[in-house]
């Protein structure tokens, strides 16, 4: 059994920047987990946010622009996301997960290839 809890949510003026963790624990975990992010915004479905292969040479984005970089440290068993130039429309929960993978160079875009959830942070951008 995999946990994660996710931090460094709050709130933030649009613009501004903020970097999320997700911080694993748990028998066996280790860098054969792919990780990713996602998010929930008030009345609409859990979203793709991020993703990063077990050895954190893998990335995948849903938002091309930059703004967002995942990242991992499998040495504090540890991912980040950092989110920069923040617009009112990523307000949401974000999530971290984990899934098992037998290659650490693959990472996965859909929520039901995750295996683990965390309970989410609050990220609140204000205009």
């Known amino acids: 059994q995999v946990q994660l809890v996710e931090s460094g949510g709050g709130l933030v003026q649009a613009g501004g920047s903020l970097r999320l963790s997700c911080a694993a624990s748990g028998r066996g975990f280790s860098s054969s987990y792919a990780m990713g992010w996602f998010r929930q915004a008030p009345g609409k479905e859990r979203k793709f946010v991020a993703a990063i292969s077990g050895s954190g040479l893998g990335t995948g984005y849903l938002d091309s622009s930059g703004r967002f970089t995942i990242s991992r440290d499998n040495a504090k068993n540890t991912i980040y996301l950092r989110m920069n130039s923040l617009k009112p429309e990523d307000t949401a929960v974000y999530y971290c997960?984990?899934?098992?993978?037998?290659?650490?160079?693959?990472?996965?875009?859909?929520?039901?290839?995750?295996?683990?959830w965390g309970q989410g942070t609050q990220v609140t951008v204000s205009s």
């Open positions: 997960a984990a899934k098992i993978s037998y290659s650490t160079e693959t990472y996965y875009y859909g929520e039901q290839a995750y295996d683990y």
